[in-house]
């Protein structure tokens, strides 16, 4: 069975604590490894034991998803009761549908977004059927997100924009 951890309420960089929980783990990495028997930890960071697993990780998600749409998305929410939810890593179009169906108009979309460069500076190489899969480009015709961050190296920037969504989050509390 595959049990996500929550983790703690969200901060900002003024110290300022309020009561919201963010998804700890990447759920999906997380059932994976359990189901399989890996090392989580060592799925989470750039390795090359991630990259062995990457491609199977992907198609296991999949599959899960197709015969569950929303799978993932009940783990992450299952048994805690929160007034926010920062739920990273959401990669479908599927997932957000969900939270939007669950939670209605109090469902906030944020993108982060890099400039290549950005990314490649940051050591991430493309590798052909695994970053340009669903898993890693299916929100990128998604639409309208009520938040895009950017984050191409600026962190005054990257800063500020953090800082106007945690004020956001805050005036929801």
């Not at 759920?27 to 390795?47: I, K, M, P, Y």
């Not at 969900?98 to 050591?123: K, N």
């Not at 961050?149 to 509390?173: C, K, M, P, T, W």
């Amino acid at each position: 069975m595959c049990v996500p951890s929550f983790g703690s309420p969200v901060h900002s960089r003024n110290g300022t604590l309020r009561r919201a929980a963010r998804q700890r783990l990447p759920v999906q990495t997380l059932c994976f490894g359990q189901e399989n028997g890996l090392d989580f930890q060592r799925l989470l960071d750039a390795s090359v034991y991630k990259e062995t697993y990457r491609r199977d990780m992907i198609r296991w998600g999949e599959e899960k998803r197709q015969a569950d749409p929303g799978c993932f998305c009940r783990k992450v929410v299952e048994g805690v009761s929160q007034p926010v939810w920062l739920v990273s890593d959401t990669r479908r179009a599927s997932d957000i549908q969900w939270f939007r169906e669950a939670y209605g108009a109090v469902t906030q979309t944020v993108r982060v977004v890099a400039l290549e460069q950005s990314r490649q500076q940051r050591g991430w190489v493309f590798t052909a059927g695994v970053d340009d899969a669903e898993s890693e480009c299916g929100l990128d015709n998604f639409g309208a997100f009520d938040w895009v961050i950017e984050n191409h190296g600026d962190e005054q920037h990257l800063e500020e924009q953090l800082e106007d969504l945690v004020a956001f989050v805050h005036s929801r509390l």
